[in-house]
C-alpha cells in the first residue's frame, strides 16, 4: 500500500524562523510531488509541486526532493503568521492512477 | 492556478434528507474528478473517483448507493448524499488535474441534523 508519512508535529517556530516540514513515500515509483497548505475550515490549496530531484525556489518556499532516500521537504523562511497552517504533502504515483496520496499533515504554528 | 468551484458552500439537512453538491471546473475540462471528505481535525479522506461519461470508482468502505456520484459533463460532477444522517456531517471537497496539479474546490460543509 503506497504511503505518506509526515512529521507528526505539531511545529511551532517564531516569526522570522526558517519552518523545515518533512515528508517520506513508500512508493519508488511516484514521479510528482507537491505541497499544499489548508488554513482550518478550508480546502487545501497548492503551494509547491516538484518534479525531479533537487531545489526548488518559490519566493519564501524551497521544495526539496531526494528520490533515492523517497523524502521531500519544505522551507518557509521568514516564517510569517499567516504562514499558520497545517501543510499536507502529497504524492502522485506512477502509472495510469490519477490519485493523490496524502499525507496526515503537520500543523505549523508561527508565533509572532 | 486553476478555479473549481462548489455549490453550495453550507448545507444544513435534516436527517432522512438528500443533499446534492455540485463541483464545476471553471477554467479547464476534468474527465476525472475526485471527491473527499474530511471530518475535523483529520486529514482528507478520498472518498470516489467521479470519471465521465462513466461509472464512478469508489474507495473501500465508501457506500456506493448512499454517495451518488454523477460526472454529466467535462466540467461538472454532482455527489449527492442519500438518505444522510448526522454522522455523514463533514466536509466535502472536489478536485480536478489542470493538466499536471490537482487543484481544490472551496469544500462543502454539510449539517445533518
Known amino acids: 500500500q503506497k504511503e505518506v508519512e509526515q512529521n507528526s508535529g505539531p511545529l511551532s517556530v517564531p516569526e522570522g524562523a526558517i519552518a523545515s516540514l518533512n515528508c517520506t513515500y513508500s512508493?519508488?515509483?511516484?514521479?510528482?510531488f507537491f505541497w499544499y497548505r489548508q488554513y482550518s475550515g478550508k480546502s487545501p490549496e497548492l503551494i509547491m509541486s516538484?518534479?525531479?530531484?533537487g531545489d526548488q525556489e518559490d519566493g519564501r518556499f524551497t521544495a526539496q526532493l531526494n528520490k533515492a532516500s523517497q523524502y521531500v521537504s519544505l522551507l518557509i523562511r521568514d516564517s510569517q503568521p499567516s504562514d499558520s497552517a497545517t501543510y499536507l504533502c502529497a504524492v502522485k504515483a506512477q502509472g495510469g492512477s490519477e490519485k493523490l496520496v496524502f499525507g496526515k499533515g503537520t500543523k505549523l504554528t508561527v508565533n509572532p | 492556478g486553476a478555479v473549481v468551484s462548489q455549490h453550495p458552500s453550507r448545507v444544513i439537512c435534516k436527517s432522512g434528507t438528500s443533499v446534492k453538491i455540485e463541483c464545476r471546473s471553471l477554467?479547464?475540462?476534468?474527465?476525472?474528478m475526485f471527491w473527499y471528505r474530511q471530518f475535523p481535525k483529520q486529514s482528507l479522506m478520498l472518498m470516489a473517483t467521479s470519471n465521465e461519461g462513466s461509472k464512478a470508482t469508489y474507495e473501500q468502505g465508501v457506500e456506493k448507493d448512499k454517495f451518488l456520484i454523477n460526472h454529466a459533463s467535462l466540467t461538472l460532477s454532482t455527489l449527492t448524499v442519500t438518505s444522510a444522517h448526522p454522522e455523514d456531517s463533514s466536509f466535502y471537497i472536489c478536485?480536478?488535474?489542470?493538466?499536471?496539479?490537482?487543484?481544490f474546490g472551496p469544500g462543502t460543509r454539510l449539517t445533518v441534523l
Open positions: 478536485s480536478g488535474w489542470a493538466p499536471d496539479t490537482q487543484y
Open positions: 512508493d519508488r515509483g511516484s514521479q510528482s
Open positions: 516538484i518534479y525531479s530531484n
Open positions: 477554467d479547464f475540462q476534468a474527465t476525472t
